[in-house]
């Protein structure tokens, strides 16, 4: 089992809907959590971190964690075809300090 | 402004050749971290380092060598063991105590 799953998409999602993207992960230690977006050709940008269950917003963006079912998920309300990119989750595992995880990736297409 | 520098941008290799790869950052950050990221795959780490002086292998470290001897500086070297060694390098710095890191732009390394 992959330590971070996400579905790897593309998740295609309409402008202006909100798109959901989902990670699991497998150790119960992890403490930290965040989500990178990545533009093709470009290098991850840290837009969402949450360390305590709950919903975390900050503008369009709302990150979700459920530390008992061992997932966390992004919604992007509004979406917007500049929000087009490769969404990464990362997970700080428990024991290893400062160091992250990553998920695969999955890739947002939102369309006209 | 601070931030985290990675040179070159793009950097061709010939066979049996070992390249170096610059990080440099001014974020005073404790911890940098490098990775490799082939296309449509994720993030895999190559080494890391929480000090000067002080670095540990990641889950792909073989074919690769790092140095730390500033705390803004991690030059990474890509010998020639490293088979294949094609990809987009990223590098990273956070503070520790499970913060996100902060990217470079990153190099993308070819084999000619």
């Known amino acids: 089992q992959k330590e971070v799953e996400q579905n790897s998409g593309p998740l295609s999602v309409p402008e202006g809907a909100i798109a959901s993207l989902n990670c699991t992960y497998s150790d119960r230690g992890s403490q930290s959590f965040f989500w990178y977006r990545q533009y093709s050709g470009k290098s991850p940008e840290l837009i969402m971190s949450?360390?305590?269950?709950g919903d975390k917003e900050d503008g369009r963006f709302t990150a979700q964690l459920n530390k008992a079912s061992q997932y966390v998920s992004l919604l992007i309300r509004d979406s917007q075809p500049s929000d087009s990119a490769t969404y990464l989750c990362a997970v700080l595992v428990g024991g290893t300090a400062s160091k992250l995880t990553f998920g695969t990736g999955t890739r947002l297409q939102v369309t006209l | 402004d601070g931030g985290i520098t990675q040179s070159p941008k793009y950097l061709f290799r010939k066979e049996g050749q070992n390249v170096t790869l610059s990080c440099e950052q001014n974020l005073n950050h404790d911890a940098m971290y490098w990775y490799r990221q082939d296309p449509g795959q994720g993030l895999r780490l190559i080494y890391y380092s929480q000090i000067v002086n002080d670095f540990q292998k990641g889950d792909i470290a073989e074919g690769y060598s790092v140095s730390r001897e500033k705390k803004e500086s991690f030059p990474l070297t890509v010998t020639s063991a490293q088979k294949n060694p094609t990809a987009f390098y990223l590098c990273?710095?956070?503070?520790?105590?499970?913060?996100?890191?902060?990217f470079g732009s990153g190099t993308r390394l070819t084999v000619v």
């Open positions: 990273a710095s956070s503070m520790t105590g499970g913060y996100g890191y902060t």
């Open positions: 949450i360390y305590s269950n």
